[in-house]
T-cell receptor, first 116, second 109 residues
Framework: GAVVSQHPSWVICKSGTSVKIECRSLDFQATTMFWYRQFPKQSLMLMAT???????TYEQGVEKDKFLINHASLTLSTLTVTSAHPEDSSFYICSGATWGAGTEAFFGQGTRLTVV | GDSVTQMEGPVTLSEEAFLTINCTYTATGYPSLFWYVQYPGEGLQLLLK?????DKGSNKGFEATYRKETTSFHLEKGSVQVSDSAVYFC????????FGTGTRLQVFP
């Protein structure tokens, strides 16, 4: 299947700093990128959906000024956690999809963010 | 809004036992339905999918049938193996990909 590369896989940052997570589709063009947050032993919570060249659509309860999403090209999307706080510590996962018949989404390996 | 409900785990089975993990959905329109699997220490992988009513998705001995009348997409396998131990996520897709809470499967020899 197609490959989505997510970087970094693990990051520790100080409270108040910003962290950028990159998600690249390596061998396909992702017209849509999804960003999820996964809490321990819980499901993936959809944070936002972004289409290439458009502003991201955020789910209810997700602060768009805190979680900045950019999807500037068909192969790259970024999530920036601004002014991170310990409660932002979580596992973040991106997914790229190309819509059409037999749509399938491919997932990155995830980024574990720890804010201290 | 759209949502997916799947049975809580963990599901604990002996090797070669029959597996069913229930999944039901609520959606406007006609979603595509998916089962994803997350093996320990790995990312999510697509296991199978069905894009319209009565379609049956199958892969690696797992099957699920898209039942529009019962809004269900239950995952089944006739004989599980230890290597099937993982977390299984049911998901639907309309304009966004929504996941269920995941069900942990533990298979013992």
């Amino acid at each position: 299947g197609a490959v989505v590369s997510q970087h970094p896989s693990w990051v520790i940052c100080k409270s108040g700093t910003s962290v950028k997570i990159e998600c690249r589709s390596l061998d396909f063009q992702a017209t849509t990128m999804f960003w999820y947050r996964q809490f321990p032993k819980q499901s993936l919570m959809l944070m936002a959906t972004s289409n290439e060249g458009s502003k991201a659509t955020y789910e209810q309860g997700v602060e768009k000024d805190k979680f900045l999403i950019n999807h500037a090209s068909l192969t790259l999307s970024t999530l920036t956690v601004t002014s991170a706080h310990p409660e932002d510590s979580s596992f973040y996962i991106c997914s790229g999809a190309t819509w059409g018949a037999g749509t399938e989404a491919f997932f990155g390996q995830g980024t574990r963010l720890t804010v201290v | 809004g759209d949502s997916v409900t799947q049975m809580e785990g963990p599901v604990t089975l002996s090797e070669e036992a029959f597996l069913t993990i229930n999944c039901t959905y609520t959606a406007t329109g006609y979603p595509s339905l998916f089962w994803y699997v997350q093996y320990p220490g790995e990312g999510l992988q697509l296991l199978l999918k069905a894009t319209k009513a009565d379609d049956k998705g199958s892969n690696k001995g797992f099957e699920a049938t898209y039942r529009k009348e019962t809004t269900s997409f239950h995952l089944e396998k006739g004989s599980v193996q230890v290597s099937d131990s993982a977390v299984y996520f049911c998901a639907l897709c309309t304009d966004k990909l929504i996941f269920g809470t995941g069900t942990r499967l533990q298979v013992f020899p």
